[in-house]
């Protein structure tokens, strides 16, 4: 069964990849305000959880941030407010002009900063308990692909190499304040997908230099300075450490990196210490590349754990519900949380 948070010093965080967006301009902030199901249910299994600090992706961006307002309206109905919300632009659907992936076109899905099929497609966002200080927000998803030390490039024109952004989606340092003034950092992505990167290995490249980033950021290999208060990375890697398409080597280095801590969240549905605890997608195979674990909460190594968990109760919980009636829905992906102790200065 879920657990609740222990104390009010407790600090829950998490990470959703969800499924309202894609479609086409308007049609998440319609589906939202019109409580369709995929929105409803989302909306609910958020209240459930009841996260201090939720950080989504799959939602559409827009520029005064309707949808994501119109969401945080609809998990309020469900019990569970968010006072503070924020988002920077995404690079999904940013067209670029060229033929980014040598394929004799420039207009395509794929013809822009990261594959949408209009700006801010699948995007990411921020839900707060706590203040956002957004004047202190820094955006990194203008770093060119060929700026990150060891970058694995592929076969790109100049033209291209020259405009090419790392960040599909966004990487972002956005910090919260917290009670006392104490900021926590949010070190926040989604990388796109390992596969279908034709035949220069274009996606499988840059999704492993996507997570390679926070492992050279928080090294200090980067003109960025890493923060120098607590921080977590949350995000979407699209990468499991051990199984799955991809350069798994990106995940297994970020893991073991000696400021972050891994929590190895894990579901009540599978055996303790298994692999398959640790999932937090359900891919059927064989169209799918089955169960994987590629979404993470990873906190600071200085900050003290209190619990984690991957939301995704058996099939003969009544928790199980919250996920829909064929268990599948409103995602494949399952909502990843960690919880702990509310930092101090």
């Known amino acids: 069964m879920f657990a609740a948070p222990a104390t009010s010093d407790t600090l829950r965080l998490a990470f959703w990849r969800i499924e309202l967006g894609g479609r086409g301009p308007g049609y998440a902030l319609q589906e939202i305000r019109a409580a369709a199901p995929a929105p409803a249910q989302t909306a609910a ?8 600090i939720l ?20 998990i309020a109905t469900h019990g569970h407010d968010f006072d503070h919300l924020f988002a920077f632009p995404s690079n999904a659907g940013l067209r670029t002009g060229l033929d980014m992936n040598d394929d004799g076109r420039s207009a395509s899905e794929d013809d822009t900063q990261g594959y949408g099929p209009f ?7 921020v839900l707060s308990r706590w203040p956002i200080d957004q004047g202190r927000a820094r955006d990194f998803s203008d770093f060119l692909w060929r700026d990150l030390p060891g970058a694995k490039l592929p076969q790109m024109s100049d033209a291209v190499l020259t405009i090419q952004r790392l960040s599909s989606t966004g990487h972002w340092n956005v910090p919260v304040v917290l009670s006392g003034g104490q900021r926590l950092h949010l070190l926040i992505y989604q990388a796109g997908p390992p596969v279908f990167g034709g035949p220069t290995d274009r996606n499988r490249l840059r999704n492993h230099d996507e997570t390679a980033f926070w492992s050279r950021f928080l090294s ?11 921080f977590v990375l949350m995000g979407g890697a699209n990468l499991d450490p051990m199984a799955g398409d991809g350069m798994r080597v990106a995940m297994r280095t970020l893991l073991a990196h000696p400021a972050l801590q ?38 600071a190594r200085s900050l ?4 984690a968990g991957v939301f995704w109760p058996s099939p003969d919980s009544p928790e199980a519900a919250l996920l829909g009636p064929d268990g599948g829905q409103p995602t494949p992906h399952r909502l990843v949380w960690v919880d702990v102790a509310m930092p101090h200065e």
Request: net charge negative.
């Open 55 to 74: 950080v989504l992706s799959g939602l559409d961006h827009d520029h005064e941030l309707q949808a994501l307002t119109a969401l945080r309206d609809l």
């Open 262 to 299: 891994d929590p190895v969240p894990e579901r009540d549905s599978a055996l303790p210490g298994s692999a398959a605890a640790r999932h937090t997608v359900h891919w059927p195979q064989p169209e799918g590349p089955g169960d994987l674990r590629v979404s993470y909460v990873l906190p």
């Open 45 to 52: 299994l958020i209240a459930h959880v009841a996260p201090d």
């Open 220 to 230: 200090g290999d980067l003109p960025m300075q890493p923060p120098d208060a607590p």
């Open 304 to 307: 003290t754990l209190r619990g």
């Open 119 to 125: 700006r801010g497609a699948r995007a990411l966002a």
